[in-house]
T-cell receptor
Framework: TQLLEQSPQFLSIQEGENLTVYCNSS?????LQWYRQEPGEGPVLLVT?????EVKKLKRLTFQFGDARKDSSLHITAAQPGDTGLYLCAGVEVNQFYFGTGTSLTVIP | DAGITQSPRYKITETGRQVTLMCHQT?????MFWYRQDLGHGLRLIYY???????DKGEVPDGYVVSRSKTENFPLTLESATRSQTSVYFCASRQGRGEKLFFGSGTQLSVL
C-alpha cells in the first residue's frame, strides 16, 4: 500500500488569510492530482502535476510538485469562504490512484 | 450531460443482508472504480474495472463483489453486510490512463 499523508488534517482560518497544505509520500508517482470535495458531493479535480519541481497556478491556488515527485503542496492566497472543503491529494501510478487522508479547510467570513 | 450517477443516495440496512449499490456513467469511459471514504482513511479503493467483463481488486476488496456486464454500469454488492462496512461509497470513472477521475455524489450506507 502506497501511503500519502496530508497535513494538517484540519484547518480553520479567517477570510483573507493565506494557508499551505502538504501531501507527503515515501513513494514516487508518475503524477499527482489535487481534488476538492464539498459536503455531500464527490471530489472534483483541481490540478494535475507531472514534472518534478513543477508549479501550477489556478487563480489564488498554487500547486507545487516536489523535485523527487514524492510530495506536493497547495498554497491558497487570501482564502475565501468558497474555498471551504476537503482537499485531497492523489498519487497516480499506472491504473491506480492513491489518495491521501485529506485536509479539511474551513474559511470563516 | 448526465455524467456519473449513483443510487441510492442513502441506505440503511441490517447486518447480514445483501446490499447492491448502483453506478451508471453516460460517457462510455473505459475505467470505473469503487471507493469507500472513512474519516482518517481518506478514499480507499475497493475494486476497479478497465473494461466490460474485466475487474480487479483494490486495497480493501473483502466482503464486496462487483460485476461489469455493460460499459456504463458497475454495481457493487455487499454479500453479507457488516457494521464495519458503514461508510460513504463513491463510484468514479475515467477514460484513459492517468486522466482525471470523475466521481459520483456518493452513497451513504449505514449497517445496523
Amino acid at each position: 500500500t502506497q501511503l500519502l499523508e496530508q497535513s494538517p488534517q484540519f484547518l480553520s482560518i479567517q477570510e483573507g488569510e493565506n494557508l499551505t497544505v502538504y501531501c507527503n509520500s515515501s513513494s514516487v508517482f508518475s503524477s499527482l492530482q489535487w481534488y476538492r470535495q464539498e459536503p455531500g458531493e464527490g471530489p472534483v479535480l483541481l490540478v494535475t502535476v507531472v514534472t518534478g519541481g513543477e508549479v501550477k497556478k489556478l487563480k489564488r491556488l498554487t500547486f507545487q510538485f516536489g523535485d523527487a515527485r514524492k510530495d506536493s503542496s497547495l498554497h491558497i492566497t487570501a482564502a475565501q469562504p468558497g474555498d471551504t472543503g476537503l482537499y485531497l491529494c492523489a498519487g497516480v501510478e499506472v491504473n491506480q490512484f492513491y489518495f491521501g487522508t485529506g485536509t479539511s479547510l474551513t474559511v470563516i467570513p | 450531460d448526465a455524467g456519473i450517477t449513483q443510487s441510492p443516495r442513502y441506505k440503511i440496512t441490517e447486518t447480514g443482508r445483501q446490499v447492491t449499490l448502483m453506478c451508471h456513467q453516460t460517457w462510455s469511459h473505459s475505467y470505473m472504480f469503487w471507493y469507500r471514504q472513512d474519516l482518517g482513511h481518506g478514499l480507499r479503493l475497493i475494486y476497479y474495472s478497465a473494461a466490460a467483463d474485466i475487474t480487479d481488486k483494490g486495497e480493501v476488496p473483502d466482503g464486496y463483489v462487483v460485476s461489469r456486464s455493460k460499459t456504463e454500469n458497475f454495481p457493487l454488492t455487499l454479500e453479507s453486510a457488516t457494521r464495519s462496512q458503514t461508510s460513504v461509497y463513491f463510484c468514479a470513472s475515467r477514460q484513459g490512463r492517468g486522466e482525471k477521475l470523475f466521481f459520483g455524489s456518493g452513497t451513504q450506507l449505514s449497517v445496523l
